[in-house]
């Protein structure tokens, strides 16, 4: 869809624009395809609270991860209630190889899941990245409340703290 004009006075001409769909000086704000304001108009504070961090290992689109220092350099690799100390810190809306930038997610709408059942989600001690509406009960794995699906297509990320199963 073509961006919306205007006329703008240039040296005393009218002049044809077209607004803008990303940030810049001087223009008119217009919306994208989906109806939205790009975010680089808004000011720091207002839009996703996401980090990019370099991925350890490759990633798809919805996992749930778990950042971590690497030789002094912060790292995100999948996140996995089998192991102490994997828990999740954030989750991906797009995958990105072992090696690339991820941008990952600290709070939100994970909207590339499936499957979620309405309520309470829990990280999986199964499949790493994953959730499970089940609570991990093997001893040594964790139990991290991960959130509720509001959808089966969307987790509403709000970790809570870590228990080890004794």
Known sequence: MAAPKYLKNVNG???EQAASESSGSEV???TNSSGQ???????TGIGPDTVSILASEALSAGDFVNIYDNSGTPNCRKA???TTGKEAH?????????GGTATVYLAGLNTQVTGATAGNVFLSDSTPG?????????????????????????IQ??????IVLA
């Not at 954030?90 to 072992?98: N, T």
Request: no cysteine.
């Open 13 to 15: 001409v009218l002049t």
């Open 28 to 30: 008119i704000v217009a």
């Open 37 to 43: 304001i790009d975010i680089s108009f808004m000011p």
């Open 80 to 82: 996995d209630a089998s």
């Open 90 to 98: 954030g989750f991906v809306l797009a995958s990105v190889s072992s």
């Open 130 to 154: 994953g959730f499970t509406s089940t609570a991990p009960s093997t001893s040594g794995h964790i139990v991290q409340n991960i959130g509720n699906a509001v959808a089966a297509t969307k």
């Open 157 to 162: 990320f709000d970790p809570d703290l870590v």
